[in-house]
């Protein structure tokens, strides 16, 4: 089968609920949590490299095909807004959002992006742009925050879960996987499969070297 088909997770996938407040997809590298979210967020109306439903920018077509098989069953409750956030293609975002030259805009951003870090725009966003009733995809948040970053944003994702918004997001981060009463995905050469947190690879290895780091480093470099 030709990408995204060839990879197990995507192939052997059918259904899937995404009935929870917060669903999280971990796995390695090239599992496909990326490719899912990208297609899930395209199918909801959001353009491939980020954005709200009104951003156009496209630097690249290097989104896959999956998006035109996907097909949103949603609640009778639509979302009110909604944002697609991937870090890898935040820049050219923010750079769209910096060109429109409109006050009104940048202000609603928290003032203008490209003047802060790439984590400090990220919790920017997450702090003024997104609001209640929300649909909110996030493709690998983690790859732009330090520690307090991610706790930040889980501080942010738990108050706009209260007022009715719904993120989904890939992660490689044992610190959001941890967010409560998530709903964790992993994908993996045996497909999609729910996972507890405590069973999540990136958990049991990050306890392992936290509980004795000399011993997991020392099998680590052993011949």
């Known amino acids: ?31 496909g949590k990326s ?7 395209v199918a909801a109306g959001f353009n491939p490299e980020g954005g709200s439903r009104s951003v156009t920018v496209s630097t690249r077509a290097s989104h896959s095909v999956l998006h035109k ?11 009110r807004t909604g944002f697609f956030l ?17 006050p009104g805009i940048t202000h609603a951003y928290g003032g203008a992006l490209h003047e802060k870090s790439h984590g400090e725009s990220f919790i920017s966003l997450v702090t003024h742009r997104f609001g209640p009733n929300g649909l909110y995809v996030l493709d690998e948040p983690e790859a ?14 738990h108050d706009l879960a209260a007022q009715g918004s719904q993120f989904i997001i890939s992660t490689h981060s044992p610190i959001l996987l941890g967010y409560p009463d998530a709903k964790i995905f992993v994908l ?3 497909g999609l499969v729910e996972t507890a947190y405590e069973r999540t690879e990136v958990v049991e290895l990050t306890r392992a070297f936290l509980a004795d780091r ?3 480093l ?5 011949d």
């Open 214 to 216: 000399h011993e997991f």
């Open 69 to 79: 098989y996907v097909r949103l069953v949603r609640s009778t409750r639509r979302p």
């Open 144 to 157: 732009a925050l330090s520690l307090r970053g991610n706790l930040a944003l889980m501080r942010r994702m």
């Open 1 to 31: 089968d030709a990408y995204p088909f060839s990879i197990p997770a995507i192939r052997h996938l059918d259904e899937l609920r995404l009935n929870s407040a917060v669903t999280l997809f971990a796995g390695e590298n090239g599992s």
């Open 35 to 41: 490719t899912l979210v990208e297609a899930i967020a």
């Open 218 to 222: 020392h099998h680590l470099f052993d």
């Open 188 to 190: 993996s050469e045996d």
């Open 86 to 102: 991937r870090a890898e293609s935040f820049f050219n975002v923010a750079t769209y959002i910096e060109e429109l030259k409109d």
